[in-house]
């Protein structure tokens, strides 16, 4: 059984930085492409984040261009989202996402999601 597993998060005043991690157990994490996405209250799921399967090709949501890192260690079985110079609007339930798809295959699995909350 595939897993993934958030953790980090937290709340931080704006400016400031977060990091949260993601463990895949159960699989590979090298299988695939691993993303973040967010939702805040009120709001759609939103893709914030992206990561090939070896992390050479990496995409952002504009509106995180600049202050969001996203980086894979695929000998741990992990991913990361390092946030920075983080806004109000950046206050959401961050949900890792883990997607392999080919032809004839698409396994796609989700993390329980963890808070993140911005505010002075």
């Known amino acids: 059984q595939v897993q993934l597993v958030e953790s980090g998060g937290g709340s931080v005043q704006p400016g400031g930085s977060l990091s949260v991690s993601c463990t895949v157990s159960?699989?590979?994490?090298?299988?695939?492409?691993m993303n973040w996405y967010r939702q805040a209250p009120g709001k759609e799921r939103e893709l914030v984040a992206s990561?090939?399967?070896?992390?050479?090709?990496?995409n952002f949501a504009d509106s995180v261009k600049g202050r969001f890192t996203i980086s894979r260690d695929n000998v741990k079985n992990t991913v990361y989202l390092q946030m920075n110079s983080l806004k109000p609007e950046d206050t959401a339930v961050y949900y890792c996402?883990?997607?392999?798809?080919?032809?004839?295959?698409?396994?796609?699995?989700w993390g329980q999601g963890t808070q993140v909350t911005v505010s002075s």
């Open positions: 990561i090939t399967t070896l992390g050479f090709g990496t």
């Open positions: 159960g699989s590979t994490v090298s299988r695939y492409t």
């Open positions: 996402n883990a997607r392999a798809v080919s032809m004839t295959t698409k396994l796609e699995y």
